[in-house]
């Protein structure tokens, strides 16, 4: 399979068939004697109060709502190669001034251990969903409240957040890593998104991009290495804004005590963006830093990220965000989760527009009915302004109830 970074005129579509492939190659390479295998579904009812959940303008936006999602998954593991098909299925009723929602996505990721020292992953997904700010469920599709790792409530495109506006998304991922030796590992890793919204003031984009790593264990709580990363950013109906990056970066991780771990990125990223008339290329400062504490009972992070990313309304953009997450387990049945962030998506790096703002942040309580049942209750806030400079707010409270039926073998 040969994916190229270096031509605008490559199909997104070539990219992300081409990735498939590797996700396919990886379900199949093996054929195991004995593995795990098991299928469950969850099924989430909650009802939600918001003061505003597309930040309209306007006085007359309050509404309660009404939402029931199916999840269903199956999977396949046998310690060498592992596969897990899953999907979601939700359906959003409001009670007044606004449509019914509804969003479906459908996941395949797999892994494989090659060798003893190459392994390599693959992850497949298409969606389809109405852009709102939404926290009943605020950990993801499919993810269970838990003390385990935390993702931060950052979406990739910030300039969509409450846009009311549908995206359908396709997206692929592969990853291969080497380890060379006890010391050294090098990882290729590759993604393509192709997103599509059906509306005249958005533009449609192709995003794919390379990266090249290398990184050398000092010791035990130490790490060095570098990366290179290429990207293209390319929208469907105008050359105006279409942009390549490239970008090198320094990498380090560092274990800081028994249960406290720093890791970044840091370099700079080159960017030659097409103009009307010619081309302006353009350099900004890019990377990501990560500090978590992971206890027993509770967890903690904070990240920050710079990167340029295509937007929804136009343009090349740089975006930086920053945000932290905390989960308490209070007792054997009992979580708490809060996380907030804040990120600007810059002006067009090529074109009209402005900057654009975002705060968020939320509250979660979970309580462990039994092995099958849990209760949750949620209250966020979504705070954005475009670039027109007006600036609308959200408050949502919801509940709800989760009910998990499956089986193992």
């Given at each position: 399979m040969r994916i190229f970074i270096v031509s605008c005129e490559a199909s997104i579509g070539v990219r992300i068939r081409g990735l498939f492939v590797v996700g396919a190659a990886v379900l199949f390479a093996a054929c195991p004697a004995a593995a795990?295998?098991?299928?469950?579904?969850?099924?989430?009812?909650?009802?939600?109060?918001?003061?505003?959940?597309?930040?309209?303008?306007?006085?007359?936006?309050?509404?309660?709502?009404?939402?029931?999602?199916?999840?269903?998954?199956?999977?396949?593991?046998?310690?060498?190669?592992?596969?897990?098909?899953?999907?979601?299925?939700?359906?959003?009723?409001?009670?007044r001034r606004y449509d019914s929602a509804q969003n479906l996505s459908a996941n395949v990721?797999?892994?494989?251990?090659?060798?003893?020292?190459?392994d390599a992953t693959a992850n497949f997904s298409i969606s389809s969903s109405v852009s709102t700010t939404d926290f009943v469920g605020p950990i993801g599709v499919g993810d269970e409240v838990g003390s385990g790792d935390?993702?931060?409530?950052?979406?990739?495109?910030?300039?969509?957040l409450g846009d009311r506006q549908r995206r359908n998304q396709a997206a692929a991922d592969a990853t291969l890593r080497y380890t060379p030796s006890e010391f050294d590992e090098i990882r290729w890793s590759s993604s393509a998104r192709a997103n599509r919204y059906g509306a005249a003031r958005l533009q449609d984009s192709d995003y794919a991009s390379q990266r090249l790593a290398y990184s050398r264990r000092i010791n035990d709580g130490f790490m060095i290495g570098?990366?290179?990363?290429?990207?293209?950013?390319?929208f469907r109906?105008?050359?105006?804004?279409?942009?390549?990056?490239?970008?090198?970066?320094?990498?380090?991780?560092a274990l800081l005590g028994a249960r406290l771990q720093a890791s970044g990125s840091f370099g700079v990223a080159f960017t030659r963006t097409n103009l009307a008339v010619g081309r302006d290329t353009s350099t900004t400062f890019a990377g990501n830093a990560t500090l978590c504490h992971k206890g027993s009972l509770s967890n903690f992070c904070v990240n920050g990220s710079r990167q340029?990313?295509?937007?929804?309304?136009?343009?090349?953009?740089k975006q930086t965000s920053a945000g932290a997450t905390?989960?308490?387990?209070?007792?054997?049945?009992?979580?708490?989760?809060?996380g907030g962030?804040?990120?600007?998506?810059?002006?067009?790096?090529?074109?009209?527009?402005?900057?654009?703002?975002?705060?968020?942040?939320?509250?979660?309580?979970?309580?462990?009915?039994?092995?099958?049942?849990?209760?949750?209750?949620?209250?966020?806030y979504s705070d954005a302004s475009d670039d027109l400079g007006a600036r609308r707010s959200n408050i949502q409270g919801a509940v709800g109830i989760v009910f998990k039926f499956g089986n193992t073998r």
């Open positions: 795990q295998t098991g299928s469950d579904v969850s099924v989430t009812a909650s009802t939600a109060y918001d003061s505003n959940p597309f930040l309209a303008f306007g006085n007359d936006t309050e509404t309660a709502s009404f939402r029931l999602e199916l999840a269903p998954s199956v999977y396949r593991s046998d310690g060498i190669s592992s596969l897990k098909v899953s999907g979601r299925v939700e359906h959003v009723e409001y009670m990721a797999a892994s494989h251990r090659i060798s003893e020292r190459l935390l993702p931060l409530p950052i979406d990739n495109d910030i300039t969509l570098g990366l290179v990363d290429a990207s293209i950013s390319n109906d105008t050359r105006v804004g279409d942009a390549r990056t490239l970008s090198p970066q320094l990498s380090v991780s340029v990313l295509p937007s929804a309304i136009g343009g090349v953009r905390y989960s308490l387990r209070l007792s054997e049945r009992e979580t708490v989760q809060l962030s804040y990120s600007v998506a810059s002006a067009p790096l090529a074109g009209a527009g402005g900057d654009f703002e975002s705060i968020r942040g939320y509250a979660r309580y979970e309580r462990l009915l039994n092995e099958r049942t849990r209760l949750f209750a949620s209250a966020g």
